[in-house]
C-alpha cells in the first residue's frame, strides 16, 4: 500500500487549498481513509476521516471549513479547505488500515501566511 499526498503550499489568511492523497495497492472506498496533521511542537492530530460506507467526520477546529470526499475513479481521497487560518498552518499526511497494518502517506506541508 503506498499513499501519495499533494497539493500543499503557501496560501494566504482565509484563502483554500485542495490536497490529494492517491493510493495503490487498496482501493479507496474499501477502507477508512483519514487526513491527519501535524505542526511544529504539537502531536499529530486528526482532520477528517471517511469510511468504506461513505460517512465522513471532522476534528473540531476544521468543521465547517474543511470537507473530505473521494473519486472511486481516481483512488484518491480529497480534503478540501477553505477559510484557511495560520492556525492550519501544518504538514498534512493521509492515512488509511488495511489488513491490520497502518499506512501513512509522505507530508505535504500548508503554510498559511500572510
Known amino acids: 500500500v503506498q499513499l501519495q499526498a499533494s497539493g500543499g503550499g503557501l496560501v494566504q489568511p482565509g484563502g483554500s487549498l485542495r490536497l490529494s492523497c492517491t493510493a495503490s495497492g487498496v482501493i479507496v472506498n474499501s477502507r477508512p481513509m483519514a487526513w491527519y496533521r501535524q505542526a511544529p511542537g504539537m502531536q499529530r492530530e486528526l482532520v477528517a476521516v471517511i469510511t468504506s460506507g461513505g460517512t465522513t467526520d471532522y476534528g473540531d477546529s476544521v468543521k465547517g471549513r474543511f470537507t473530505i470526499s473521494r473519486s472511486n475513479a481516481e483512488n484518491t481521497v480529497y480534503l478540501q479547505m477553505n477559510s484557511l487560518k495560520p492556525e492550519d498552518t501544518a504538514v498534512y499526511y493521509c492515512?488509511?488500515?488495511?489488513?491490520?497494518?497502518?499506512?501513512w502517506g509522505r507530508g505535504t506541508q500548508v503554510t498559511v501566511s500572510s
Open positions: 492515512r488509511t488500515t488495511n489488513g491490520g497494518m497502518d499506512y
